[in-house]
């Protein structure tokens, strides 16, 4: 009898498996992914985030089951297009909204150095058109919205607006725009200032049409621990627009500092086939209480009930798995993690940081071979670096290097990459090898060989940095904190992590060359 039960129980835990709603796995797009927008054409999905000084920049995602994605374009892919010379590491491109609206595509962002524009295309994946700068349109994290009229409405915000009382208050704008000359039109309405009276920053406004009624989801906050979506509806496009009862509608602040989840918000919502709603926002993974490497894209159902929209129901805020729609499962190929240089381009997640001003890389039999430039990690000008996204909390890079530097100041290596200020390194140099924190020498270790394989072990807050001549023979050069690349104090907290490959001459003119033979990624 005990044997039939548990056979029984077996096949009911069968049963319920299958019938179990399938699952996605947070974060969609771990890594350096943040301010999410998102769109939907036909049975595509298109998510579109941020770059701040990264280039290419604007990176584009295809899926067609809300889980598996893959990276089709970067709208901002050429030089001119925007410039980041100087721009700080906080700075450069940001918050875009992504649309398709009658067979075109926009894009619109704001770029520190230039103000809110927008660039179009016929395919995602470009050519994209050069930018339009729109004209006496302030703030940040433009929105454009198309009524039922065709007549097509710009969204922004603004610290400066009627009958501001707090500090930090920011107000949402709407302002009709011709598209077709990027000029602004009529009158300006503010129709948001947050959920919250003393509401601070409320930004990443997005409008929707849903059944009959206008609804605006906007980021107030800040993106720290504060950081939320609330919601408003109206039943006219100008106003007045009226909090939902439920708000905020996404937010993890109510957790408390604890929470491994922390920081949601600047969310977007697309409806799919079938008719369900869905939301992604921005989100930080925690490592042992602090703000660990970076924002990356989220994923939760949305449900109105009772003419109210409920994000995540039944959570309380956005979890590491949620339910999956129904759509059919569609995997898509992504790049080899272990990259052996074949060319005759870069593989599609290499970037670097800022936008070079001459080419510095080659490649040869299958290596890829870099040109030291003047220009160091500290600079605000595009050094010879390359850098991909660190996407979870344990991983290991691992280059072999040949390089043989002759003067001082020649550094070639391997490199972890916060920002020009925050960064770890392991640097061939004429004595030997360097270790590198933010800018000071903080070991040396003697090493006479041209070719050295390289190695960085990242388990949360802390690195192992490796050497040797071949890659079962390594030596241990340092064990680094990673503390200084996190998000705490006065670190910048908008661009990302980067894991890659650098050369330099320290100022003097370029000579030699750096050669890797291949460069291997792997979470643990």
């Known amino acids: 009898m005990y044997r039939l039960e548990k056979s029984l129980a077996a096949v009911a835990m069968w049963a319920a498996a299958l019938s179990a709603p399938a699952q996605i796995e947070n974060p969609i797009l771990p890594g350096f992914n943040p301010d999410p927008t998102i769109c939907r054409v036909d049975s595509d999905y298109y998510i579109c985030t941020s770059s701040f000084t990264w280039y290419p920049g604007l990176p584009i995602y295809r899926s067609r089951d ?43 962002c704001n770029v520190s150095n230039g103000g809110n524009f927008y660039i179009t295309a016929n395919d995602v994946r470009g050519p994209w058109s050069d930018p339009v700068f729109i004209k006496g349109a302030p703030g940040i994290d433009p929105d454009i919205f198309w009524d039922d009229d065709g007549r097509s409405y710009l969204l922004a915000n603004t610290g400066k607006f009627p009958g501001r009382k707090h500090p930090a208050s920011t107000a949402i704008w709407i302002q009709e725009i011709d598209l077709a000359t990027g000029q602004l039109l009529g009158e300006r309405s503010y129709i948001a200032t947050g959920h919250a009276f003393n509401a601070k920053y409320a930004e990443g406004a997005h409008l929707y049409k849903i059944d009959g009624r206008y609804v605006l989801t906007v980021a107030e906050g800040g993106t720290d621990f504060n950081h939320a979506v609330t919601l408003f509806t109206s039943r006219n496009l100008m106003g007045p627009y009226i909090p939902q009862q439920v708000n905020p509608v996404l937010s993890q602040r109510q957790f ?92 599609g997640y290499w970037h670097f ?23 160091t990690i500290d600079s605000l000008v595009c050094p010879a670096m390359l850098m991909r996204r660190v996407r979870s909390h344990r991983y290991t890079a691992q280059t072999l290097m040949g390089f043989r530097p002759r003067r001082e100041g020649e ?65 241990e050069a340092a064990r680094v904190s990673l503390v200084g690349l996190a998000d705490d104090g006065k670190l910048n907290r908008f661009n990302g992590l980067g894991v890659g490959v650098y050369a330099t001459t320290s100022g003097k003119k370029a000579r030699g060359q750096a050669r890797f033979d291949y460069f291997a990624y792997a979470d643990n």
């Open 411 to 475: 550094r070639a290596g391997l490199v972890l990459h916060r920002n020009s200020t925050a960064y770890v390194a392991l640097l061939r140099t004429v004595g030997g090898l360097a270790v590198v924190e933010s800018g000071r020498v903080t070991k040396t270790v003697p090493y006479g060989a041209s070719d050295v394989v390289l190695r960085l072990r990242a388990d949360g807050m802390e690195a192992v940095l490796e050497y040797g001549p071949t890659e079962t023979d390594m030596r």
């Open 353 to 375: 940081n800022r936008i070079p001003h001459t080419r510095f890389h080659a490649f040869d039999g299958g290596s890829l071979l870099i040109t030291p430039q003047p220009e």
């Open 66 to 108: 809300l889980r598996h994605w893959e990276k089709v374009a970067n709208a901002i892919d050429r030089p001119g297009m925007v410039t980041l010379d100087g721009v700080r590491d906080k700075d450069g491109v940001w918050a875009p909204t992504l649309r398709h609206h009658g067979g075109k595509w926009y894009l619109f």
């Open 256 to 347: 408390g500092h604890g929470s491994p989840l922390q920081c949601v918000g600047h969310a977007d919502m697309v409806q799919t086939g079938p008719g369900q709603w869905y939301a992604v926002a921005l989100g930080k993974r925690m490592v042992d209480g602090r703000h660990s490497f970076t924002r990356e894209t989220f994923i939760c159902p949305v449900a109105i009930q009772d003419g109210e929209f409920i994000f995540n129901p039944g959570r309380g805020g956005m979890t590491m798995e949620v339910e999956a729609p129904a759509l059919p499962e569609s995997p898509v190929a992504l790049p080899p993690d272990s990259d052996s240089f074949d060319g005759p381009e870069l593989l």
